[in-house]
T-cell receptor, first 111, second 110 residues
Framework: SQQGEEDPQALSIQEGENATMNCSYKTSINNLQWYRQNSGRGLVHLILIRSNEREKHSGRLRVTLDTSKKSSSLLITASRAADTASYFCATDYQGAQKLVFGQGTRLTINP | DAGVTQSPTHLIKTRGQHVTLRCSPISGHKSVSWYQQVLGQGPQFIFQYYEKEERGRGNFPDRFSARQFPNYSSELNVNALLLGDSALYLC?????????FGQGTRLTVV
């Protein structure tokens, strides 16, 4: 079974708006990572946040982590059509070699 | 630098057949992991190899096996294919905490 759950399962917004996706997990973790997947192809690594970090930024991406609530959020600001993809969170509690993924959020950016 | 490369990109097999999928990690990465992604779901961990030794195995039947070669490339083998094995098979190489994925092999079992 998968540890993480993303919310919402699908999100559709207008270009230029901000998109927020949430991820919850069940067990203690070392790290949490966010990935993007275009059209069912390979996963692209977006950002990693360690369990002792609360917030991290990378370009238009902002990730938060609340270990007390076992949850994380991914914010994409000023969305673009190219951001249309599925986004997955993945938790790591046995080292990077075994990642446990949620079911993903399918994001659609409308022009 | 080349990323993780997988071959073939697409494959169609008949039930009961055997399949071999291949993966070349990023240069310098010694760890390779395999994941299965069924349509509409997130990837699920199958195997992890480090320095040619199996370091982890997911909840998959013995029909699934893998190995890693001295150059750190890896093969995933699946015997006696079932319709339910149809999926995108992803390979990831890692060094430290981050895993980098290939484009995957789309396996269709008919």
């Amino acid at each position: 079974s998968q540890q993480g759950e993303e919310d919402p399962q699908a999100l559709s917004i207008q270009e230029g708006e901000n998109a927020t996706m949430n991820c919850s997990y069940k067990t203690s973790i070392n790290n949490l990572q966010w990935y993007r997947q275009n059209s069912g192809r390979g996963l692209v690594h977006l950002i990693l946040i360690r369990s002792n970090e609360r917030e991290k930024h990378s370009g238009r991406l902002r990730v938060t982590l609340d270990t007390s609530k076992k949850s994380s959020s991914l914010l994409i600001t000023a969305s673009r059509a190219a951001d249309t993809a599925s986004y997955f969170c993945a938790t790591d509690y046995q080292g990077a070699q075994k990642l446990v993924f949620g079911q993903g959020t399918r994001l659609t950016i409308n022009p | 630098d080349a990323g993780v490369t997988q071959s073939p990109t697409h494959l169609i097999k008949t039930r009961g057949q055997h399949v071999t999928l291949r993966c070349s990690p990023i240069s310098g990465h010694k760890s390779v992991s395999w994941y299965q992604q069924v349509l509409g779901q997130g990837p699920q961990f199958i195997f992890q190899y480090y320095e040619k030794e199996e370091r982890g195995r997911g909840n998959f039947p013995d029909r699934f096996s893998a190995r890693q070669f001295p150059n750190y490339s890896s093969e995933l083998n699946v015997n006696a294919l079932l319709l339910g094995d149809s999926a995108l098979y992803l390979c990831a190489s890692s060094q430290g905490f981050m895993a980098f994925f290939g484009q995957g092999t789309r396996l269709t079992v008919v």
